[in-house]
């Protein structure tokens, strides 16, 4: 069974600075999807960005960008210019590319932007 | 346009009461549906899901059950509630693999 490790269960970044959320994740499949997802205090699920495995290249959503490494098992979240709005809930998740398996949610980063 | 509605976005509701949340999709057909529940600042427990209409695959056992009378609707329900049951909870939709899940805005659920 798919395992996801977010091993840092809160973060603080300064405004406009740049931080980093750890997820690793554990699977014997070599094809499948990670997504990171932001739930704000609103509790409202946001999808943030997504990596197919089978793109060696980084997924970048404006500010948002990943740091995928596959051999490792490890899908980092980077937030540049980190601004208030970033302030959230982080989850990383597994998904496998085909079936009816749910994805599977790490326990999530608690970030929160400082003025 | 897919879009996933849940309702009530807030319920208080007394121990030994009886619960029902309704999620709905539009714009899809034949999605697989799942049901989430969150305790306050803790990670996202899946509690149900569904790849068809009266198919239900539960994830843990519990005090609740859920039901897929039609293809777009998803109902989360329970005899009796208990305090424990109090939480967030959350419907989902498997946009595709590449889309991974759209969420409802959630309920948040109060036993008193």
């Known amino acids: 069974a798919q395992t996801v490790t977010q091993s840092q269960p809160e973060m603080s970044v300064q405004e406009a600075e740049t931080v980093t959320l750890s997820c690793t994740y554990d699977?014997?499949?070599?094809?499948?999807?990670l997504f990171w997802y932001k739930q704000p205090p609103s509790r409202q699920m946001i999808l943030v960005i997504r990596?197919?495995?089978?793109?060696?290249q980084n997924a970048t959503e404006n500010r948002f960008s990943v740091n995928f490494q596959k051999a490792a098992k490890s899908f980092s979240l980077k937030i540049s210019d980190s601004q208030l709005g970033d302030t959230a809930m982080y989850f990383c998740a597994f998904m496998k590319p085909s079936g009816n398996t749910p994805l599977v949610f790490g326990k999530g980063t608690r970030l929160s932007v400082i003025a | 346009s897919q879009t996933i509605h849940q309702w009530p976005a807030t319920l208080v509701q007394p121990v030994g009461s009886p619960l029902s949340l309704e999620c709905t999709v539009e714009g899809t057909s034949n999605p697989n549906l799942y049901w989430y529940r969150q305790a306050a600042g803790r990670g996202l427990q899946l509690l149900f899901y569904?790849?068809?209409?009266?198919?239900i695959s539960s994830e843990v056992p519990q005090n609740l059950s859920a039901s897929r009378p039609q293809d777009r609707q998803f109902i989360l329900s329970s005899k009796k509630l208990l305090l424990s049951d109090s939480g967030f909870y959350l419907c989902?939709?498997?946009?595709?693999?590449?889309?991974?899940?759209?969420f409802g805005s959630g309920t948040r659920l109060t036993v008193v």
């Open positions: 989902a939709w498997r946009a595709g693999a590449r889309n991974g899940y759209t």
């Open positions: 699977t014997s499949e070599n094809n499948y999807y």
């Open positions: 569904s790849v068809g209409i009266g198919q």
């Open positions: 990596q197919e495995a089978y793109k060696q």
